[in-house]
């Protein structure tokens, strides 16, 4: 029940990814930036609809009286067990697919910046 570290770092092979597909065709910079940027969106938005699906039915358990949120194996990062799990779903479902976006995007940009005019094909 970690944090889903492996979707973030996927970001960073995704960015990739989609830099270089870009780069093969002849486009302008500014293009290929927007382009870059929508991908990630898509990728990040699917994240979410995942992560929405696994943890959105513990939502439920926030409206069970008397429910133990000790014994739920997560961390008690806050005072509150209560709270503590509502700041973890809000991890799960909405900060870590935005983490991704960032990583997708991060990555991205750096294989960008080593793209040169060499490298263009075609």
Known sequence: ???PIFNILFGF???WYIAKRLTLYNENQKDILKKVFNYAIIVSLFTLVVMAILWG???KLLFTPGYDF???GIPLIL???KASFIGWLVLMIFISPFLQLL???FAAYLTLLNWNKEDRMI
Do not use: L, R, S, Y
Request: glycine content about 12%; overall charge neutral.
């Open 1 to 3: 029940m970690g944090v």
């Open 13 to 15: 092979v995704v960015g």
């Open 57 to 59: 039915p513990a939502i």
């Open 70 to 72: 000790k014994n739920f």
């Open 79 to 81: 005072f509150d067990p």
């Open 103 to 105: 990583t997708t995007v």
